[in-house]
């Protein structure tokens, strides 16, 4: 079983830096896909940016592209994502997955986190 615990969110003000952290624990992850969503209120499940099982292949949604650095470090099973000029349309939930494969696809990731929420006032 494997278990992902998202950190690092909370309440920033627009133009602001954050990074988010997802801990796993349980089977090793270092050769598996990990991806992050985000869920604002009202809205549905948009991707975010997903990584390979090496920091060579990232894909990121247009929203976050030039803003958003996906990255992950395997001695410490952690992945990471770093935001930067935060606007108020990033607020959300944001969730860490692993899958097999990079995917801008939930379904196809097999674990998730609970999530972490980050506001971004205006």
């Known amino acids: 079983q494997v278990q992902l615990v998202e950190s690092g969110g909370g309440v920033v003000q627009a133009g602001d830096s954050l990074r988010l952290s997802c801990a796993t624990s349980g089977r090793t992850l270092s050769t598996r896909a990990m991806g992050w969503f985000r869920q604002a209120p009202g809205k549905e499940r948009e991707f975010v940016a997903a990584i390979g099982s090496t920091n060579s292949s990232t894909s990121y949604a247009d929203s976050v592209k030039g803003r958003s650095t996906i990255s992950r470090d395997n001695a410490k099973n952690t992945v990471y994502l770093q935001m930067n000029s935060l606007k108020p349309e990033d607020t959300a939930v944001y969730s860490c997955?692993?899958?097999?494969?990079?995917?801008?696809?939930?379904?196809?990731?097999?674990?998730w986190g609970p999530g972490t929420q980050v506001t971004v006032s205006s």
């Open positions: 997955v692993a899958g097999l494969k990079t995917s801008s696809r939930y379904a196809d990731y097999v674990y």
